[in-house]
Protein backbone atom coordinates (compact mmCIF):
# COMPACT_ATOMS: atom_id res chain seq x y z
CA UNK A 1 0.00 0.00 0.00
CA UNK A 2 2.70 2.47 1.24
CA UNK A 3 5.28 3.20 -1.00
CA UNK A 4 8.85 1.99 0.64
CA UNK A 5 10.83 4.42 -0.65
CA UNK A 6 8.79 7.34 0.16
CA UNK A 7 8.78 6.25 3.98
CA UNK A 8 12.87 5.93 3.62
CA UNK A 9 13.71 9.04 2.62
CA UNK A 10 11.19 10.46 5.10
CA UNK A 11 12.04 8.98 7.84
CA UNK A 12 15.99 9.52 6.75
CA UNK A 13 15.02 13.19 6.24
CA UNK A 14 13.66 13.64 9.93
CA UNK A 15 16.91 11.50 11.71
CA UNK A 16 19.50 13.70 10.14
CA UNK A 17 17.96 16.83 12.39
CA UNK A 18 19.54 16.65 15.53
CA UNK A 19 16.84 16.75 18.32
CA UNK A 20 17.86 15.88 22.00
CA UNK A 21 16.33 17.29 24.72
CA UNK A 22 17.80 18.73 27.89
CA UNK A 23 16.63 17.47 31.11
CA UNK A 24 18.35 20.56 32.56
CA UNK A 25 16.81 22.97 30.17
CA UNK A 26 14.23 25.39 31.42
CA UNK A 27 12.61 26.57 28.04
CA UNK A 28 9.73 24.60 25.93
CA UNK A 29 11.04 22.94 24.19
CA UNK A 30 14.25 22.39 26.07
CA UNK A 31 16.84 22.74 23.21
CA UNK A 32 16.86 25.18 20.23
CA UNK A 33 17.66 22.45 17.82
CA UNK A 34 14.23 20.65 18.20
CA UNK A 35 12.67 23.70 16.20
CA UNK A 36 14.25 22.78 13.16
CA UNK A 37 12.35 19.67 13.11
CA UNK A 38 9.06 21.53 14.28
CA UNK A 39 9.16 23.78 11.53
CA UNK A 40 9.76 21.48 8.88
CA UNK A 41 7.07 18.87 9.90
CA UNK A 42 4.51 22.57 9.64
CA UNK A 43 5.43 22.79 6.19
CA UNK A 44 5.23 19.19 4.59
CA UNK A 45 1.88 19.29 6.65
CA UNK A 46 0.87 22.01 5.01
CA UNK A 47 1.89 20.94 1.26
CA UNK A 48 0.26 17.41 2.37
CA UNK A 49 -2.74 19.69 2.39
CA UNK A 50 -3.74 19.17 5.80
CA UNK A 51 -6.08 22.34 7.53
CA UNK A 52 -5.48 24.00 10.52
CA UNK A 53 -1.86 23.27 10.85
CA UNK A 54 -0.22 25.56 13.60
CA UNK A 55 2.47 25.63 15.78
CA UNK A 56 2.88 27.46 19.23
CA UNK A 57 5.23 29.35 21.34
CA UNK A 58 6.33 25.79 22.81
CA UNK A 59 6.82 23.92 19.60
CA UNK A 60 3.66 21.62 19.86
CA UNK A 61 2.61 21.42 15.82
CA UNK A 62 -0.84 20.51 15.15
CA UNK A 63 -2.79 20.08 12.04
CA UNK A 64 -6.44 18.93 10.83
CA UNK A 65 -7.06 16.08 7.90
CA UNK A 66 -11.02 17.05 7.68
CA UNK A 67 -13.82 14.49 7.64
CA UNK A 68 -14.87 13.12 4.24
CA UNK A 69 -17.81 11.55 5.36
CA UNK A 70 -21.36 12.90 6.28
CA UNK A 71 -22.38 10.90 9.41
CA UNK A 72 -21.21 12.27 12.94
CA UNK A 73 -17.54 10.10 13.38
CA UNK A 74 -15.96 10.95 16.73
CA UNK A 75 -12.82 13.04 16.32
CA UNK A 76 -9.52 11.32 16.99
CA UNK A 77 -6.02 12.17 17.07
CA UNK A 78 -2.54 10.20 16.77
CA UNK A 79 0.55 11.50 18.47
CA UNK A 80 4.37 11.39 18.04
CA UNK A 81 7.23 12.72 19.56
CA UNK A 82 9.89 13.95 18.02
CA UNK A 83 13.02 14.81 20.56
CA UNK A 84 15.20 12.25 20.78
CA UNK A 85 16.78 11.02 24.44
CA UNK A 86 19.71 12.99 25.86
CA UNK A 87 20.82 9.42 27.26
CA UNK A 88 22.43 9.09 23.56
CA UNK A 89 23.85 11.20 21.22
CA UNK A 90 21.99 12.37 18.07
CA UNK A 91 24.14 14.63 16.40
CA UNK A 92 25.18 13.19 12.87
CA UNK A 93 22.82 10.40 12.80
CA UNK A 94 24.11 8.34 9.68
CA UNK A 95 22.04 5.73 8.80
CA UNK A 96 23.16 2.79 7.17
CA UNK A 97 19.96 0.60 4.84
CA UNK A 98 20.24 -3.17 4.61
CA UNK A 99 18.54 -4.65 2.29
CA UNK A 100 17.09 -7.78 2.32
CA UNK A 101 18.40 -8.98 5.51
CA UNK A 102 20.29 -12.22 5.61
CA UNK A 103 19.37 -13.16 9.71
CA UNK A 104 23.57 -12.69 10.39
CA UNK A 105 25.40 -10.12 12.38
CA UNK A 106 25.76 -6.35 11.15
CA UNK A 107 29.25 -4.78 10.89
CA UNK A 108 27.79 -1.06 12.17
CA UNK A 109 31.49 0.44 12.35
CA UNK A 110 34.69 -1.04 11.11
CA UNK A 111 36.70 1.06 12.76
CA UNK A 112 35.55 0.89 16.19
CA UNK A 113 34.18 -2.87 15.63
CA UNK A 114 30.98 -2.36 16.61
CA UNK A 115 28.79 -5.19 15.32
CA UNK A 116 24.47 -5.57 15.85
CA UNK A 117 24.17 -9.84 16.47
CA UNK A 118 21.10 -11.56 16.31
CA UNK A 119 22.97 -13.57 18.94
CA UNK A 120 22.80 -10.93 21.49
CA UNK A 121 19.73 -8.85 20.41
CA UNK A 122 17.55 -11.97 19.30
CA UNK A 123 14.53 -9.84 18.11
CA UNK A 124 17.27 -9.70 14.83
CA UNK A 125 16.14 -13.45 13.98
CA UNK A 126 12.38 -12.02 13.12
CA UNK A 127 13.31 -9.80 10.15
CA UNK A 128 15.08 -12.03 8.29
CA UNK A 129 14.56 -10.98 4.28
CA UNK A 130 13.57 -7.21 5.42
CA UNK A 131 14.79 -4.21 4.86
CA UNK A 132 16.30 -2.81 8.50
CA UNK A 133 17.93 1.16 8.85
CA UNK A 134 20.41 0.85 11.38
CA UNK A 135 22.67 3.33 13.07
CA UNK A 136 26.45 3.64 12.35
CA UNK A 137 27.24 3.03 15.58
CA UNK A 138 28.19 6.02 17.03
CA UNK A 139 24.93 7.42 17.51
CA UNK A 140 21.33 6.62 18.01
CA UNK A 141 19.17 6.40 15.25
CA UNK A 142 15.98 8.60 16.52
CA UNK A 143 12.95 5.97 15.48
CA UNK A 144 11.98 6.58 19.09
CA UNK A 145 10.04 8.40 17.42
CA UNK A 146 10.71 9.84 14.27
CA UNK A 147 9.58 6.44 12.90
CA UNK A 148 6.01 7.27 14.62
CA UNK A 149 6.56 10.71 12.99
CA UNK A 150 6.96 9.29 9.63
CA UNK A 151 4.31 7.11 9.76
CA UNK A 152 1.43 9.30 10.49
CA UNK A 153 2.65 11.59 7.86
CA UNK A 154 2.52 9.04 5.20
CA UNK A 155 -0.97 7.94 6.33
CA UNK A 156 -2.21 11.50 6.12
CA UNK A 157 -0.50 11.86 3.02
CA UNK A 158 -2.31 8.12 1.64
CA UNK A 159 -6.08 9.33 3.11
CA UNK A 160 -5.25 12.80 1.00
CA UNK A 161 -4.57 11.08 -2.06
CA UNK A 162 -6.76 8.12 -1.87
CA UNK A 163 -10.36 10.04 -0.74
CA UNK A 164 -12.49 7.15 -1.32
CA UNK A 165 -11.27 5.97 2.06
CA UNK A 166 -13.91 6.87 4.48
CA UNK A 167 -13.00 8.48 7.51
CA UNK A 168 -14.15 11.50 10.26
CA UNK A 169 -12.18 14.37 11.20
CA UNK A 170 -8.88 13.62 12.38
CA UNK A 171 -6.41 15.73 14.83
CA UNK A 172 -2.32 15.46 14.09
CA UNK A 173 0.20 16.41 17.03
CA UNK A 174 3.65 16.45 17.04
CA UNK A 175 5.25 16.90 20.56
CA UNK A 176 8.78 18.37 21.94
CA UNK A 177 10.49 17.03 25.06
CA UNK A 178 8.86 13.70 25.71
CA UNK A 179 11.87 12.17 26.43
CA UNK A 180 12.26 14.23 29.59
CA UNK A 181 9.05 13.22 30.76
CA UNK A 182 7.91 17.07 29.39
CA UNK A 183 6.05 16.09 26.26
CA UNK A 184 2.18 16.43 27.18
CA UNK A 185 2.91 19.30 30.17
CA UNK A 186 1.81 21.64 27.66
CA UNK A 187 -0.01 19.84 25.02
CA UNK A 188 -3.29 21.92 24.37
CA UNK A 189 -6.19 19.23 24.80
CA UNK A 190 -8.87 21.28 24.48
CA UNK A 191 -7.22 22.71 20.79
CA UNK A 192 -6.49 19.41 19.97
CA UNK A 193 -9.81 18.71 20.38
CA UNK A 194 -10.07 14.83 19.86
CA UNK A 195 -12.11 12.38 21.95
CA UNK A 196 -9.09 10.05 21.67
CA UNK A 197 -6.06 9.83 20.13
CA UNK A 198 -2.91 6.94 19.90
CA UNK A 199 0.33 7.61 20.24
CA UNK A 200 2.56 5.82 17.70
CA UNK A 201 5.69 5.16 20.14
CA UNK A 202 5.63 1.82 21.08
CA UNK A 203 8.60 -0.67 19.93
CA UNK A 204 8.25 -4.38 17.80
CA UNK A 205 5.36 -5.04 14.83
CA UNK A 206 1.97 -5.94 17.16
CA UNK A 207 2.78 -4.10 20.35
CA UNK A 208 -0.52 -2.03 21.81
CA UNK A 209 -0.31 -0.84 25.20
CA UNK A 210 -2.93 0.76 27.15
CA UNK A 211 -0.66 0.26 31.49
CA UNK A 212 2.09 2.26 31.98
CA UNK A 213 4.13 2.17 34.97
CA UNK A 214 3.25 4.69 37.89
CA UNK A 215 6.57 7.10 37.58
CA UNK A 216 8.38 9.13 40.56
CA UNK A 217 11.76 10.36 40.58
CA UNK A 218 13.42 11.03 44.30
CA UNK A 219 16.45 12.60 44.97
CA UNK A 220 18.39 11.96 48.30
CA UNK A 221 20.75 14.14 49.88
CA UNK A 222 23.36 12.84 52.45
CA UNK A 223 25.37 15.61 54.68
CA UNK A 224 28.68 14.14 56.23
CA UNK A 225 31.47 16.10 58.15
CA UNK A 226 34.55 17.15 56.56
CA UNK A 227 37.72 16.88 58.86
CA UNK A 228 41.21 16.89 58.12
CA UNK A 229 41.56 12.79 58.20
CA UNK A 230 44.62 13.80 60.50
CA UNK A 231 42.54 14.68 63.54
CA UNK A 232 39.51 12.65 62.07
CA UNK A 233 38.89 10.01 65.03
CA UNK A 234 34.87 10.47 66.61
CA UNK A 235 34.67 13.84 64.55
CA UNK A 236 34.49 13.30 60.24
CA UNK A 237 31.07 11.58 58.79
CA UNK A 238 31.69 10.46 55.09
CA UNK A 239 28.30 11.22 53.67
CA UNK A 240 29.59 8.88 51.10
CA UNK A 241 29.61 5.79 53.60
CA UNK A 242 25.95 6.70 54.97
CA UNK A 243 24.57 6.33 51.11
CA UNK A 244 26.70 3.59 50.30
CA UNK A 245 24.04 2.03 53.82
CA UNK A 246 21.18 3.68 51.92
CA UNK A 247 21.38 2.27 48.56
CA UNK A 248 22.14 -1.73 50.44
CA UNK A 249 19.14 -1.01 52.55
CA UNK A 250 16.95 -0.33 49.35
CA UNK A 251 15.95 -4.52 47.86
CA UNK A 252 19.12 -5.12 45.71
CA UNK A 253 16.84 -7.35 43.20
CA UNK A 254 13.89 -4.95 42.60
CA UNK A 255 16.15 -3.26 40.30
CA UNK A 256 15.64 -2.77 36.47
CA UNK A 257 18.57 -5.54 35.63
CA UNK A 258 16.39 -8.54 37.90
CA UNK A 259 12.53 -7.29 37.04
CA UNK A 260 10.50 -7.87 33.86
CA UNK A 261 6.59 -7.56 32.92
CA UNK A 262 4.57 -5.67 35.50
CA UNK A 263 7.32 -5.97 38.64
CA UNK A 264 8.63 -2.46 39.82
CA UNK A 265 11.88 -0.89 40.82
CA UNK A 266 14.21 0.89 42.26
CA UNK A 267 16.31 2.40 39.91
CA UNK A 268 19.60 4.38 40.79
CA UNK A 269 20.59 6.98 38.10
CA UNK A 270 23.22 8.99 39.39
CA UNK A 271 25.79 9.24 42.12
CA UNK A 272 27.48 12.82 43.13
CA UNK A 273 29.34 12.99 46.19
CA UNK A 274 32.31 13.65 48.45
CA UNK A 275 32.73 13.67 51.96
CA UNK A 276 30.64 16.09 52.83
CA UNK A 277 27.67 15.32 50.57
CA UNK A 278 26.35 12.95 48.43
CA UNK A 279 23.51 12.88 46.09
CA UNK A 280 21.66 9.80 45.11
CA UNK A 281 19.12 10.12 42.25
CA UNK A 282 16.22 7.40 41.80
CA UNK A 283 13.34 6.56 39.45
CA UNK A 284 10.95 4.64 40.90
CA UNK A 285 8.49 2.45 38.95
CA UNK A 286 5.59 0.16 39.49
CA UNK A 287 2.67 -0.77 37.76
CA UNK A 288 0.42 -1.44 40.30
CA UNK A 289 -0.43 2.32 42.55
CA UNK A 290 -0.63 0.27 45.63
CA UNK A 291 3.04 -0.92 45.42
CA UNK A 292 4.05 2.03 43.78
CA UNK A 293 2.98 4.13 47.09
CA UNK A 294 4.64 1.40 49.23
CA UNK A 295 7.82 1.72 47.10
CA UNK A 296 7.85 5.71 48.04
CA UNK A 297 7.04 5.01 51.72
CA UNK A 298 9.57 2.62 51.80
CA UNK A 299 12.41 4.98 51.03
CA UNK A 300 10.70 7.70 53.49
CA UNK A 301 10.68 5.43 56.25
CA UNK A 302 14.90 4.02 55.20
CA UNK A 303 15.64 8.05 55.55
CA UNK A 304 14.10 8.32 58.83
CA UNK A 305 15.47 4.97 59.86
CA UNK A 306 19.36 5.88 58.96
CA UNK A 307 18.50 9.15 60.61
CA UNK A 308 17.60 7.89 64.31
CA UNK A 309 20.80 5.24 63.46
CA UNK A 310 23.12 8.42 63.46
CA UNK A 311 21.42 10.26 65.80
CA UNK A 312 20.96 13.68 63.64
CA UNK A 313 19.21 15.04 60.17
CA UNK A 314 21.94 13.89 58.23
CA UNK A 315 19.49 12.57 54.91
CA UNK A 316 16.93 13.96 52.89
CA UNK A 317 14.69 12.82 50.23
CA UNK A 318 12.03 14.75 47.88
CA UNK A 319 9.77 12.86 45.90
CA UNK A 320 7.82 14.00 42.36
CA UNK A 321 5.62 11.89 41.13
CA UNK A 322 5.57 12.14 37.34
CA UNK A 323 3.07 9.76 35.75
CA UNK A 324 0.28 7.22 36.37
CA UNK A 325 -0.57 4.48 35.14
CA UNK A 326 -3.02 5.05 32.03
CA UNK A 327 -5.29 1.44 32.70
CA UNK A 328 -7.48 3.28 34.64
CA UNK A 329 -8.14 5.92 32.06
CA UNK A 330 -8.14 4.01 29.52
CA UNK A 331 -10.04 0.81 30.57
CA UNK A 332 -13.78 2.71 31.13
CA UNK A 333 -13.47 3.19 27.30
CA UNK A 334 -12.01 -0.40 26.24
CA UNK A 335 -13.69 0.04 22.63
CA UNK A 336 -10.62 2.40 21.29
CA UNK A 337 -8.27 -0.38 22.16
CA UNK A 338 -10.39 -2.86 20.42
CA UNK A 339 -10.78 -1.14 17.48
CA UNK A 340 -6.69 -0.71 17.26
CA UNK A 341 -6.68 -4.64 17.65
CA UNK A 342 -9.53 -4.63 15.33
CA UNK A 343 -7.21 -2.23 12.21
CA UNK A 344 -4.22 -4.33 13.21
CA UNK A 345 -5.96 -7.92 12.33
CA UNK A 346 -7.19 -6.04 9.30
CA UNK A 347 -3.61 -5.56 7.99
CA UNK A 348 -2.34 -8.92 8.73
CA UNK A 349 -0.28 -7.71 11.94
CA UNK A 350 -0.70 -9.87 15.35
CA UNK A 351 -1.67 -7.49 18.33
CA UNK A 352 0.61 -8.42 20.98
CA UNK A 353 -1.16 -6.15 23.77
CA UNK A 354 1.78 -5.78 27.12
CA UNK A 355 2.11 -3.56 29.80
CA UNK A 356 4.64 -1.01 28.74
CA UNK A 357 7.70 -0.72 31.14
CA UNK A 358 8.03 2.39 30.67
CA UNK A 359 6.12 5.78 29.87
CA UNK A 360 4.23 7.77 27.08
CA UNK A 361 3.01 11.16 26.14
CA UNK A 362 -0.40 8.94 26.42
CA UNK A 363 -0.38 7.97 30.02
CA UNK A 364 -0.15 11.77 30.97
CA UNK A 365 -2.93 12.54 28.17
CA UNK A 366 -4.99 10.21 29.54
CA UNK A 367 -5.35 11.81 32.61
CA UNK A 368 -5.39 15.23 31.41
CA UNK A 369 -8.62 14.08 29.60
CA UNK A 370 -7.51 12.20 26.35
CA UNK A 371 -7.29 8.75 26.85
CA UNK A 372 -4.52 7.72 24.66
CA UNK A 373 -3.40 3.55 23.77
CA UNK A 374 -0.35 3.18 22.75
CA UNK A 375 0.53 1.26 18.82
CA UNK A 376 4.13 0.29 17.82
CA UNK A 377 6.24 2.60 15.82
CA UNK A 378 8.38 -0.58 15.25
CA UNK A 379 12.12 0.49 16.16
CA UNK A 380 14.07 -1.84 18.21
CA UNK A 381 16.72 -1.14 20.82
CA UNK A 382 16.01 2.32 21.34
CA UNK A 383 18.46 4.92 22.88
CA UNK A 384 21.61 3.81 21.76
CA UNK A 385 24.20 2.66 19.00
CA UNK A 386 22.44 -0.25 18.37
CA UNK A 387 18.74 1.25 17.40
CA UNK A 388 17.40 0.15 14.17
CA UNK A 389 13.82 0.02 12.44
CA UNK A 390 12.34 -2.51 9.79
CA UNK A 391 10.94 -0.49 7.19
CA UNK A 392 8.13 -2.95 6.29
CA UNK A 393 7.29 -2.59 10.28
CA UNK A 394 7.02 1.30 9.56
CA UNK A 395 4.77 0.48 6.29
CA UNK A 396 2.51 -2.19 8.84
CA UNK A 397 2.18 0.72 11.62
CA UNK A 398 1.02 3.10 8.52
CA UNK A 399 -1.52 1.20 7.52
CA UNK A 400 -2.86 0.61 10.34
CA UNK A 401 -3.35 4.40 11.14
CA UNK A 402 -5.09 4.31 7.84
CA UNK A 403 -7.29 1.71 8.93
CA UNK A 404 -7.91 3.00 12.13
CA UNK A 405 -9.42 5.77 10.44
CA UNK A 406 -11.65 4.01 8.20
CA UNK A 407 -13.01 1.52 10.82
CA UNK A 408 -13.99 4.28 13.20
CA UNK A 409 -16.24 6.07 10.12
CA UNK A 410 -17.83 2.78 9.43
CA UNK A 411 -18.51 1.87 13.17
CA UNK A 412 -19.80 4.83 13.72
CA UNK A 413 -22.52 4.99 10.33
CA UNK A 414 -23.59 1.56 11.58
CA UNK A 415 -24.41 2.85 14.79
Not at 83 to 111: A, C, M, R
Not at 232 to 255: C, G, H, W
Not at 308 to 315: K, T
Request: aromatic share 8%.
Amino acid sequence: MTNKHHIIDRFISYVKIDTQSDPKGTTTPSTEKQWDLANKLVEELKEIGLDEVSIDENAYVMATLPANVAHEVPVIGFVAHFDTTPEFSGTNVNPQIIENYDGKDILLNKEKHIVLSPDYFEDLHQYKGKTLITTDGTTLLGADDKAGITEIMTAMQYLVDNPEIPHGKIRICFTPDEEIGKGAHKFDVEKFGAEWAYTMDGSQIGELEYENFNAAQAVVRVEGKSVHPGYAKDKLVNSMYIAQDFINSLPRLETPEHTEGRQGFFHLTSINGDVEETVLEYIIRDHDREHFEARKQMMTDLVKEICSQYERDCVSIEIEDQYYNMKEKVEPVMHIVELAQEAMEAVNVKPIIKPIRGGTDGAQLSFKGLPCPNIFAGGHNFHGKYEYVPVESMQKATEVIVKLAELTAKKYEES
